[in-house]
């Protein structure tokens, strides 16, 4: 049963990683070439529909599970799994959960105040793409590394 937990893990953190990485390496580029107006309504959008039950039921159930994951890696201690769970799920949390907290959903909301069309959006989408993207790579790092920590933690 603790082994299906750890795939469980494994396998959100993983797909929570995956569209992270898709942000970083190609949904952001894209947008930032369009025509900001177009850009800001776009990612506007997509910050609307991300609230879903399936993207969020992956990403809280994954944080969930990382921090039962690490309450679970010092019963008993056991290094190396105890170790890769508990930096698995610490990975999750603050490099995944924390981050979206406090830096992506702030900005998200504050783009979401603005008119797509107005100057202010023009003007604040440079840096909202360019301080979003540098959270998300975080993100996106943090995301994988846990998944690879989980799935490491199963051969151990």
Same mark, same amino acid.
């Given at each position: 049963?603790?082994? *299906?937990?750890?795939?469980?893990s494994?396998?959100?953190?993983?797909?929570?990683?995956?569209?992270f990485?898709?942000f970083? &390496?190609?949904? =952001?580029?894209?947008?930032?070439?369009?025509?900001?107006h177009q850009? @800001?309504?776009? =990612?506007q959008?997509?910050?609307?529909?991300?609230?879903?039950?399936?993207?969020?039921?992956?990403?809280?159930g994954? #944080? @969930?599970?990382s921090?039962?994951?690490s @309450?679970? #890696?010092?019963?008993?201690?056991a *290094?190396?799994?105890?170790?890769?769970?508990?930096?698995?799920? =610490?990975?999750?949390?603050v490099?995944?959960v924390?981050? &979206?907290m406090?830096?992506?959903?702030? =900005?998200?909301?504050?783009l979401?105040?603005?008119?797509?069309?107005?100057p202010?959006a &023009?003007?604040?989408?440079?840096?909202?793409?360019r301080e979003w993207?540098?959270?998300?790579h975080v993100?996106?790092?943090?995301s994988? *590394?846990?998944?690879?920590? #989980?799935?490491v933690?199963?051969?151990?």
């Amino acid at each position: 049963m603790f082994a *299906a937990l750890i795939l469980i893990s494994c396998i959100g953190a993983g797909t929570i990683g995956g569209a992270f990485f898709a942000f970083s &390496t190609f949904v =952001m580029k894209a947008l930032a070439q369009l025509p900001a107006h177009q850009g @800001v309504a776009a =990612m506007q959008r997509i910050n609307v529909v991300v609230l879903n039950p399936v993207f969020l039921g992956v990403f809280v159930g994954s #944080s @969930v599970l990382s921090g039962g994951l690490s @309450v679970a #890696s010092f019963l008993p201690w056991a *290094a190396p799994r105890s170790l890769l769970l508990l930096a698995a799920g =610490m990975l999750y949390i603050v490099g995944c959960v924390f981050v &979206t907290m406090r830096f992506n959903v702030p =900005m998200n909301e504050r783009l979401a105040q603005l008119d797509s069309a107005s100057p202010q959006a &023009t003007e604040y989408w440079p840096a909202y793409v360019r301080e979003w993207s540098k959270w998300n790579h975080v993100r996106t790092v943090a995301s994988l *590394a846990s998944a690879a920590c #989980s799935a490491v933690s199963l051969a151990a």
